[in-house]
């Protein structure tokens, strides 16, 4: 059982390049989530999904698009990669709202 | 005004000491809250749920205080390998789980 898988774990981009983040579960989980990690923000949601082919705005959207089109996956794309967007960027899942959520690994991702 | 504050820290505890770390939250109708521990550089994973009758698991009690709205984590004879950082998540209202900017633990000999 994988649980979430995050790819790629680690990428360096140029300024103004565009990337996917592509996130995967395999728990049949509904609500899935992108979060980034910067050092002393804590966890700030970017887009959650409630349910396949539905996405919403989180805290920091801004910079960021979604899709889920099929139920276990849920991808983060940059459109155009800004510096500001260098971060820790974690997925994570959940069968409810209100029930635990299962994190990837994390994808490590430098603009430069 | 973030909907789960928590104190940074760090937490800075003796082998054996018992220590404990609280959480507000803003959102009065959650009926559960979690704790999640992270280690530097690795993804959140779940420590504990925290139900209206609280939650105990060997060293890690979490409780909660509907009335003075926050969750607590209390972990007793600290070790080495408790030191981390500890996140509350409050699921809330919106959709929108909200976490914790998280406690650093840190267990010294």
């Known amino acids: 059982n994988a649980g979430v898988t995050q790819t790629p774990k680690f990428r360096v981009l140029k300024t103004g390049q565009s990337m996917t983040l592509l996130c995967a579960q395999d728990?049949?989980?509904?609500?899935m989530y992108w979060y980034r990690q910067d050092p002393g923000m804590g966890l700030r949601l970017i887009h959650y999904?409630?349910?396949?082919?539905?996405?919403a705005k989180g805290e920091v959207p801004d910079g960021y698009n979604v899709s889920r089109l099929k139920k276990q996956n849920f991808l983060l794309g940059l459109e155009s990669a800004a510096p500001s967007q260098t971060s820790v960027y974690f997925c994570a899942s959940s069968y409810r709202e209100n029930t635990e959520a299962f994190f990837g690994q994390g994808t490590r991702l430098t603009v430069v | 005004r973030k909907e789960v504050e928590q104190d940074p820290g760090p937490f800075n505890v003796p082998e054996g000491a018992t220590v404990a770390f609280n959480c507000t939250y803003s959102?009065?109708?959650?009926?559960?809250f979690f704790w999640y521990r992270q280690d530097c550089r690795k993804e959140p994973k779940l420590l504990m749920s925290v139900y209206s009758s609280g939650n105990e698991d060997g060293r890690f009690t979490a409780q909660l205080n509907r009335a003075s709205q926050y969750i607590s984590l209390l972990i007793r004879d600290s070790k080495l390998s408790d030191s981390a950082t500890y996140l509350c998540r409050q699921p809330g209202g919106s959709y929108i789980p909200t976490f914790g900017r998280g406690t650093s633990l840190i267990v010294h000999p």
């Open positions: 728990m049949n989980h509904e609500y």
């Open positions: 959102n009065s109708a959650s009926q559960s």
């Open positions: 999904s409630v349910g396949e082919g539905t996405t």
